[in-house]
């Protein structure tokens, strides 16, 4: 079965670590490339980070950017999100979301998502 | 980029059809003729899903009763004849800018 599976959520306080992990399955993983997406409480859809199949290709959002690192282990078949110094606004479930089969430069779609991981920063 | 979705809430009747207007506060026609607009649905409880991509392309599986067009700025999505497992929130998403932005959503309902 095809499928990506988050975990590494939890309760974190303010100026925390964490690290999301999204482990894949039933497809070739290191000829994709991913997204974090995130979903704050009762609101919509935010694009988080993206990264191409080989790790050149790095972007963040402005919200995150040298707070959260992305990163990918291409044997173990898995993505991560490095999350420091959190904030009581990245409380949010987060998604993996596997882009295209290629090394591109800039993310396009999102075709394939995981069930979420629940983040909440809170004192 | 802005992207503005409407209506904010969209009751429908089975087998009627319903459409979604997304807007851009610039356009998403890139050089090489693409327009880098794709559409999600969040049904309820579940993980959003891919349906439109690059404006007008349906993903793989999705029913050929939902329809992407536009170009530019202005875009649009149509259910020809919607169905009860349609109910959801639909998002609009730009991906020719990092960041990459979504609209604020549309939730669909049954009358």
């Known amino acids: 079965e095809v499928k990506l599976v988050e975990s590494g959520g939890g309760l974190v306080r303010p100026g925390g670590s964490l690290r999301l992990s999204c482990a894949s399955s039933g497809f070739i993983f290191n000829a994709y490339s991913f997204n974090w997406v995130r979903q704050a409480p009762g609101k919509g859809l935010e694009w988080v980070s993206y990264i191409g199949s080989s790790s050149i290709s790095l972007h963040y959002a402005d919200s995150v950017k040298g707070r959260f690192t992305i990163s990918r282990d291409n044997v173990k078949n898995s993505l991560y999100l490095q999350m420091d110094n959190l904030r009581d606004e990245d409380t949010a479930v987060y998604y993996c979301a596997r882009d295209r089969d290629g090394d591109f430069v800039y993310p396009e779609y999102f075709d394939l998502w995981g069930q979420g991981t629940q983040v909440t920063v809170s004192s | 980029i802005v992207m503005t979705q409407s209506p904010l809430s969209l009751p429908v009747t089975p087998g009627e059809p319903a459409s979604i207007s997304c807007k851009s506060s610039q356009s998403l026609l890139h050089s090489n003729g693409d327009n880098y607009l794709d559409w999600y649905v969040q049904k309820p409880g579940q993980s959003p899903q891919l349906l439109i991509y690059?404006?007008?392309t349906r993903a793989s599986g999705v029913p050929d009763r939902f329809s992407g067009s536009g170009s530019g700025t202005d875009f649009t999505l149509k259910i020809s004849r919607v169905e009860a497992e349609d109910v959801g929130v639909y998002y609009c998403?730009?991906?020719?800018?990092?960041?990459?932005?979504f609209g604020g959503g549309t939730k669909v309902e049954i009358k």
């Open positions: 690059l404006a007008s």
């Open positions: 998403m730009q991906a020719l800018q990092i960041p990459l932005t």
